[in-house]
Every structure is written in C-alpha cells, then in structure tokens.
C-alpha cells in the first residue's frame, strides 16, 4: 500500500526540481530572490500537507486491516508503480506545464511546490514503512478498490487493508524496491 503513496513522489519531484531550475533562468516578474523564497515557502508547506493530509483514515484502515485471504487480488510494485504513472501522466504533465508558466510571474515557486508535493508523499511512505516495520505486516489494498487510475490507498473504495508478512512481495515495508541480495 505504501508503494502506491511512494509510487507519485519520485516524478514529482523530479518534475519539480527541473521546472524550478528553469524557473530561475527567467527572472519574471517578482525577480528571482522573492520567487524562490516564496517557492522554499511552497515547498515546507506542501511537503507537510501531503505527508499529514488523511493519516487519520490511513490509521483507521490499518488499524481493521484483515490477513490476505486466496480471493484477494494483489500485485507486484512493479506493476504498482506502472499503472500509477500511466493513470497519472496527464495530470503530471499539467502541474509541471503550470510550474513551468508560473515562473514567467514568480520564478521557481511552482517548480518547488512540485518538489515539495513529491518530498510529502516519501515522508508520507516512510512513516507507513515504520507502521508497517512496528506491526511486522506488510499493508495491501486490493487491486479492484484502487480505483480506475490507482492511485487511491485510502479512497473510499477502499473499505479495509489487507496484511501480509513482512517478506511477501517485492516491496519492503514503506515501499521501497526489495533488493535481491539482502534477507529478510
């Protein structure tokens, strides 16, 4: 579950980083030093919205999460973090042609918000990695209730989580990539 939260932080923050290196090629119409000191404002501000917005109902969620059973259907991070990004590339493309626009007025600040967005979501991945890591489960949400771009771990379709053990998968906890040569 937690590589679904991971699975937006990487692009976003790329995305980000690179609109707002652009950004401060143009000096807009702030100037460059007010731009990026409203853009370090965006980021601290949307890096802790992402990674503190719904903890609440991820909490509850994992809180009545039920033991995998034969019927439930997950899968693979990899698969994961495909169907992320294809359901999401639109969406991705936009807020950084927005970041990109935006530093014609206030360089930087709309790249830095991106990256900040991206920052949220991987502290938002690792405090689940800690919950996952303290429990000894590793979450899951069932395929069919991520909804139709997946990409919603605490939607409302989703009604309950599923656990597994710590080694199942290929995802560790916090939804990092397990690494072959490593044990568990």
């Known amino acids: 579950m937690a590589v679904v939260v991971r ?13 707002a290196g652009v950004g401060v090629l143009v000096p807009g119409i702030t100037g460059r030093r007010i731009g990026v000191m409203a853009g370090a404002a965006l980021f601290i501000v949307a890096c802790a919205g992402v990674a503190y917005v719904r903890r609440g109902r991820y909490t509850g969620l994992a809180a009545g999460a039920a033991r995998a059973g034969r019927h439930d259907v997950l899968q693979d991070r990899a698969v994961t973090v495909r169907n992320w990004r294809r359901g999401h590339r639109w969406w991705l493309l936009l807020a950084f042609a927005a970041a990109l626009g935006s530093s014609f007025a206030v360089p930087a600040a709309g790249g830095m918000l991106l990256a900040g967005a991206g920052t949220g979501l991987r502290l938002k991945a690792a ?19 991520l909804g139709p771009r997946s990409g919603a771990p605490a939607g409302k379709p989703v009604k309950a989580y599923r656990t597994t053990g710590i080694a199942a998968g290929d995802a560790t906890p916090g939804g990092a990539r397990r690494r072959g040569d490593v044990l568990v």
């Open 127 to 145: 405090w689940l990695g800690r919950r996952e890591r303290g429990d000894d489960v590793l979450l899951w949400v069932r395929v069919d209730w």
């Open 7 to 19: 699975a937006g932080a990487a692009p976003l923050w790329w995305l980000g980083v690179f609109a």
